[in-house]
């Protein structure tokens, strides 16, 4: 919250405070600490749902004895027709089961992949961020004039000796990082674009060094990037990405044309267009940004991103010993290197496909001993007939065969079942899809080919016994 009150004290100061804000998300995003809520729902109603019906279906079924039964079972080792089918419905449940959660789990993660095949708009690597505050207190700033005249030059010499630090590439400043989850949309004025005033051009504002595009490898799009000659004093520039510049211009060049805040603020000319890059995260597609020079509108405190080869803890210590010869009070904190910040910002995609991903294993290794199990009990209880069918002339191959029909049968049955459930449960994951649909078929038949891979796997262990029984010694086992 100090981070957001802040930044509005120092546009105040400047007196560029637009007048009008709307915030695209909250300051603190709560979502940040917790598993995405279409994640729970998606889980909440497939497995406790899947639990009930276990554990309720053999009790209802011994709810509802049969003394027919009982005493046909008591004479005979035949199972009924009644328990047989309430076997399979529990093996077929437990596959369809297998199959949701599978079916999400593959799809979180070809959105995980493609994720990371697309990239964060820029170049993380070798890039470490420290914030930094300017240690404006000791000039004793009592006005905008004081403020204006102590801030440029102090930022001067900061950036100038962080960039002249022994093993730094490059560095550049930057108001707010992207994928941090932090942004507002600013009300502007864009010349050219008609607008009434309750409906006016938004996008969000970033206050960056000269350096900053090139550091991050930022592609440009048209125009050019901000230059030496982009300082205090000189015509008020900006950058606009590439969003911006299709959303207000429609397919007009955008560079020579003008922008500023809502309000009496000064006009500032578009140079350049530059590609986009997520605010948010990046599971977010890049939104309007225009991008405004810190050389000529310096911050007294700003991430610092340099580039260099050395680890993290060598790149702060080694930029620190630097920026203590301007002030020994300048500590940084917030360091973190861009990578992390890259990882970071797919947890709700990552920490939600580890989740389905750990439902489906435990789903899938019970649902292949279900059907081992059910399918050996279902030979055991029928090794006369296996025998009858042997002494008859019935060979290894047919009773393999025979076995297997049965198994997949109720394999089958169960993996159509969790292909439905999967075409109306995975709705529920459209947020966390990110260049993914809902409804892969790729997806669907190659998960469903691995579960019914798995359960004729699960089938030949009792298909390969009850082709092993002698015809003499399974009819003498009743």
Not at 12 to 28: E, K, M
Not at 176 to 194: I, K, R
Not at 287 to 297: A, G, L
Not at 369 to 374: H, I, N, R, T
């Amino acid at each position: 919250m100090g981070y957001g009150l802040a930044h509005l004290a120092v546009r105040y100061l400047r007196g560029t405070l637009p007048q009008q804000y709307s915030f695209a998300r909250s300051l603190i995003q709560l979502e940040r600490f917790q598993i995405d809520g279409r994640v729970a729902i998606f889980a909440a109603v497939v497995v406790p749902l899947a639990a009930v019906l276990i554990g309720l279906a053999p009790a209802w079924k011994a709810s509802r004895p049969s003394l027919i039964d009982a005493f046909r079972d008591a004479g005979r080792s035949v199972g009924t027709l009644g328990a047989r089918r309430l076997q399979n419905l529990l093996v077929a449940g437990g596959l369809a089961l297998s199959v949701i959660l599978a079916i999400g789990a593959a799809l979180l993660a070809q959105s995980f992949a493609h994720l990371y095949r697309q990239g964060p708009g820029f170049q993380s690597a070798g890039l470490k961020s420290m914030y930094i505050s300017l240690p404006t207190f000791e000039y004793q700033i009592r006005s905008n004039a004081d403020w204006q005249r102590v801030t440029g030059p102090l930022w001067q010499r900061a950036m100038s000796a962080a960039a002249e630090t022994p093993g730094i590439e490059s560095v550049a400043a930057v108001s707010h990082l992207p994928l941090a989850g932090f942004y507002y949309l600013a009300a502007l004025e864009v010349e050219g674009y008609q607008a009434s005033r309750d409906n006016l051009p938004q996008a969000i504002d970033r206050y960056v060094s000269n350096s900053y595009h090139e550091t991050m490898s930022v592609p440009l799009r048209a125009g050019r990037y901000f230059n030496a000659f982009d300082r205090a004093g000189s015509q008020g520039v900006v950058l606009v990405n590439e969003q911006f510049a299709k959303r207000y211009f429609r397919g007009v060049d955008p560079v020579g044309s003008r922008v500023r805040y809502a309000g009496n603020s000064p006009w500032f000319t578009i140079i350049g267009v530059t590609a986009g890059e997520p605010a948010g995260g990046m599971d977010e597609e890049p939104k309007p940004m225009v991008y405004f020079s810190m050389n000529q509108s310096p911050w007294t405190f700003f991430h610092l991103i340099v580039k260099s080869r050395m680890d993290l803890d060598a790149t702060v210590s080694a930029v620190m010993r630097s920026l203590h010869k301007i002030s020994p009070s300048m500590a940084p904190y917030e360091i973190r290197t861009l990578d992390t910040m890259v990882l970071d910002s797919t947890w709700r995609v990552r920490y939600s496909m580890m989740l389905l991903v750990a439902l489906a294993g435990v789903a899938l290794v019970l649902a292949a001993l279900g059907v081992y199990s059910v399918l050996r009990y279902a030979v055991g209880k029928r090794t006369r007939e296996i025998g009858i069918r042997m002494a008859l002339g019935a060979g290894g191959g047919s009773i393999v065969r025979m076995v297997l029909r049965d198994g997949l049968a109720v394999a089958g049955a169960g993996v159509l079942a969790g292909t439905i459930g999967a075409c109306v449960l995975t709705r529920f994951l459209t947020t966390l899809l990110f260049g993914v649909r809902a409804i892969e078929p790729l997806t669907f038949v190659a998960v469903c080919g691995f579960l019914l891979a798995v359960a004729a796997a699960s089938c030949l262990g009792p298909a390969i016994y009850a082709a092993s029984l002698a015809p003499v010694e399974a009819l003498r086992r009743e």
